[in-house]
């Protein structure tokens, strides 16, 4: 009985170091990815705005 609960308390444990890392990745991630799509999109909306349709 003491060995499964052991087992169990591990496996909770390694449970939630693996969200922790789950969350830390995704938060970085993000922090990455954000900056980039900002810039992009900036760098979309000058482009289409200096070459407007012409008539």
Do not use: D, H, W, Y
């Not at 609960?5 to 789950?22: C, G, L, N, S, Y």
């Not at 830390?24 to 900056?35: E, S």
């Not at 000058?46 to 012409?54: D, E, K, P």
Request: proline share 2%.
């Amino acid at each position: 009985m003491k060995l499964e609960e052991k087992r169990r308390a591990i496996e909770a444990q390694k449970k939630k170091m693996e969200a922790a890392f789950t969350k830390q990745r995704q938060k970085m991630g993000r922090t990455a990815f954000l900056p980039v799509v900002k810039r992009k999109g900036m760098g979309f909306l000058l482009s289409r705005g200096s070459g407007g349709c012409r008539r």
